[in-house]
């Protein structure tokens, strides 16, 4: 299984970016799939997941509400909206694919297959 994700960007603060992530080589309606975030330093922080039929999303409480993660399973996509950017939205932002448990998780390392990341830089 292959995560590509792409989207990201260099924005300005109010702005609005939507990260997408495309899944080759599984049955992508199999995957649980998950955003997560990494600044430098700090480790990587989960930010949204997603069931595979796509009926239920999670996010944590510390991601404020202009988070908004989706996916087409017809075109094996994940997406993450995410709107009125802050800088403190700056990270690398990584997909993630869950193809064993049932049910969603918010710990990295319940995921088996990660994407190579997009950057995202928000100026103020």
């Known amino acids: 299984v292959q995560l590509q994700a792409s989207g990201g960007g260099l924005v300005q603060a109010g702005g609005s970016l939507r990260l997408s992530c495309v899944v080759s080589g599984g049955i992508f309606s199999d995957l649980t799939m998950a955003w997560f975030r990494q600044t430098p330093g700090k480790e990587r922080e989960f930010v949204a997941v997603?069931?595979?039929?796509?009926?239920?999303?999670h996010y944590p409480r510390s991601v404020p509400d202009r988070f908004t993660i989706s996916r087409d399973n017809a075109k094996n996509t994940v997406a993450l909206q995410i709107d009125s950017l802050k800088p403190e939205d700056t990270a690398v932002y990584y997909c993630a694919a869950d193809s064993t448990s049932g049910t969603y998780s918010d710990y990295e390392h319940e995921y088996d297959y990660w994407g190579q990341g997009t950057q995202v830089t928000v100026s103020s």
């Open positions: 997603i069931t595979r039929d796509g009926g239920t999303t």
